[in-house]
């Protein structure tokens, strides 16, 4: 199994036991059924809040330093009302 991002709120996730999705021929993993609703509902709007390049991830200009995850939801949070 490897590790993916959740292009939604850019969790990392396990590929093997993750909610996923197709999108114009590519496969896309989420932390949780929310997320790959949210994503559903417009996949052309959710880009992570980083790049990466040679294997180093950054925040993207006008991002939180760490991405913005200090306000993310622990997974098991994400699929409650």
Partial sequence: MSR???P???MEVDSGT???TT???RTYYFCSEKCLRTFQ???ERH????TVSKHMAAPKFG???SGGLENELPPEMHDRP
Avoid at 47 to 50: D, V
Wanted: proline residues 14%; negative net charge; glycine residues 10%.
């Fill in 4 to 6: 993916e991002i959740d």
């Fill in 8 to 10: 939604v709120c850019g």
């Fill in 18 to 20: 993750a909610a996923q």
């Fill in 23 to 25: 999108y114009h021929e």
């Fill in 41 to 43: 509902e417009n996949p």
């Fill in 47 to 50: 880009e992570p809040p980083y």
């Fill in 63 to 65: 991002s939180a330093g």
